[in-house]
């Protein structure tokens, strides 16, 4: 067999139903979590204290870097592709002033509008937050 026949090989396998449940149960609490985690950084990205400027920058970085690698196991290569966007940006700025708060939270809107349940996503949406991350990525 081929290297290049291995997806096609997976999924053509199918799943005992018990484990696409609970595959998709997990695709929920990532979701869930997730939507929980990008609304702590934005708040903590407002917050005018001394954790700002020091502590928060690596907490940014750490959380995203997590969201980005589960991210696609879960089915959402977006958001895999949006944390790691982040990740870089938030690596890049040597403080979080108003401009670095004001890109980091449209890449979290992204993000948030991403994080839904399947019958609410909308392809042409995801296509639109594409472009709009690439612009942001190319100011990299």
Do not use: W
């Not at 998709?24 to 903590?44: H, I, N, T, Y």
């Amino acid at each position: 067999m081929l290297r290049s026949d291995y997806p096609n090989t997976i999924a053509a396998m199918t799943l005992p139903y018990d484990i696409q449940l609970r595959l998709e149960e997990l695709r929920r609490e990532f979701a869930e979590q997730s939507r929980v985690k990008v609304d702590e950084m934005a708040d903590l990205l407002g917050s005018e204290d001394e954790a700002r400027a020091t502590e928060l920058p690596k907490y940014v970085r750490v959380t995203l870097h997590e969201m980005k690698g589960q991210a696609g196991t879960f089915g959402y290569p977006l958001i895999s592709d949006i944390a790691r966007l982040a990740e870089k940006y938030a690596a890049n700025a040597r403080h979080f002033d108003d401009t670095t708060i004001r890109h980091l939270n449209a890449l979290f809107d992204m993000m948030r509008n991403l994080l839904v349940e399947p019958e609410e996503f909308d392809e042409t949406v995801s296509s639109d937050l594409l472009n709009s991350s690439s612009a942001i990525q190319g100011r990299l």
